[in-house]
């Protein structure tokens, strides 16, 4: 029995000191679609923020102390993610690397801010994000004006003459990324035979589809998603309109091309420099391979809002969410994708958008410089 009793205190001190170990980590917080039609992109980031807080623990951590994750799944459902930002900011955790769906980061910004929490999104494109003078929000990607821009320079250069259409899924992303593109092609002497919208979790667009064969379209931009994206081509191809399929940066995962099939050649998209293909990323990359992993789309911009993030409050000396913005905005910082700055909204100094094809093999490859 006693001998029983010591093993029993033994084990007692065992867990009191693993206890002891675990509060002191710091927790942080990705959050994004881990569930739901965009859950290939939650799976980007889960992967990014795993792989960043398992090299920064190997490297010593942060401020002394061991990072911890909690993933959150927001579906890209607003109220959703707003719930998830009210709980993280409950739980005193500082920083969130997240949300995908602009209409999840915008709301949910709010409640961070109101809680005292930094958030970084990597992939989150509304120019509303950081537009509304919130002191907590930044994001690693570029904006919706900036990629619009490119899409249409693209569009005017190979579709000069050509009946173009313009198609946007009504979310916050979707429509946003049509209207600015819409905006720059109406600005370059473009006027779209087609702008009509339609409803994300559709599945049935063969009344849009009819009526763009009957316009004679050469080219239809989505504002959308790549779901809805694949159904809207797969459908253009069965009533037999060859038309090109054009669309923003939610096109770059390869579930794309399993959902459009043979169609998916020849598609468009606009993205940044491929990160894979950046110096910055080659060792990183490496490791990702060795786990069977392909760091597409923003993976590896998740993995860099962890950096910036881990960066920051080593040199403020805190997890201080207002300390550290403070001096994420006062400084450069290395990532993967390269040294990054932000202005005072919170958007990065420097962003390059480029114009991508997807080919027979189901990848993609890039074919144009900022649309030039």
């Known amino acids: 029995m006693k001998s029983l009793k010591i093993i029993g205190l033994a084990l007692g001190a065992s867990f009191a000191l693993s206890a002891s170990a675990f509060a002191q980590d710091i927790t942080i917080a990705v959050a994004g679609p881990m ?12 992967n990014g923020a795993e792989q960043a807080v398992a090299d920064i623990n190997a490297a ?3 401020l002394g102390k061991k990072l911890a994750l909690q993933s959150n799944d927001d579906a890209c459902d607003p109220k959703q993610a707003r719930s998830i930002a009210e709980k993280i900011g409950s739980a005193k955790i500082p920083f969130v690397a997240g949300h995908f769906c602009s209409s999840s980061s915008i709301p949910a910004s709010e409640a961070y801010a109101d809680s005292n ?16 003078n919130l002191w907590n929000v930044a994001r690693v990607c570029g904006r919706d004006d900036q990629q619009g821009i490119i899409a249409a320079n693209y569009i005017a250069k190979n579709f000069k003459g050509k009946n173009i259409a313009i198609l946007n899924d009504k979310t916050t992303y979707g429509k946003g990324l049509a209207d600015e593109t819409k905006k720059s092609l109406n600005k370059a002497g473009i006027t779209e035979k087609v702008n009509e ?20 379209i050469d080219l239809v931009y989505v ?14 191809r069965d009533q037999g309109l060859q038309a090109v399929l054009m669309a923003g940066d939610a096109l770059n995962d390869k579930e794309f091309a399993s959902i459009a099939g043979p169609a998916a050649e020849g598609t468009l998209f606009t993205f940044g420099p491929d990160p ?13 391979k060795a786990k069977s992993i392909d760091p597409e789309g ?6 860099a809002a962890i950096q910036v993030w881990t960066q920051a409050a080593a040199k403020a000396g805190t997890t201080d969410a207002k300390k550290v913005m403070a001096t994420i905005k006062a400084g450069d910082w290395d990532t993967v994708l390269g040294k ?8 990065i100094k420097a962003i390059d958008y480029v114009v991508y094809k997807w080919d027979a093999k189901g990848n993609y490859i890039q074919i144009d410089q900022k649309g030039s």
């Open 223 to 236: 504002g959308g998603y790549h779901q809805e994206s694949g159904l809207i081509l797969r459908q253009m």
């Open 60 to 62: 010593g951590g942060v």
């Open 340 to 347: 990054m700055g932000f202005d005072a909204k919170g958007d």
């Open 298 to 303: 923003y993976t590896l911009y998740t993995y």
């Open 197 to 216: 919208s339609y409803n994300k979790g559709d599945k049935d667009f063969n009344a849009i589809v009819s009526r763009l064969k009957n316009e004679k």
């Open 117 to 132: 929490v930094l958030q970084i999104t990597p992939a989150s494109t509304n120019p509303l994000f950081t537009e509304r």
């Open 35 to 46: 569930t739901g039609g965009e859950s290939a992109f939650g799976r980007q980031m889960q």
């Open 276 to 288: 894979r293909n950046k110096p910055t990323a080659k060792a990183i990359v490496e490791k990702f």
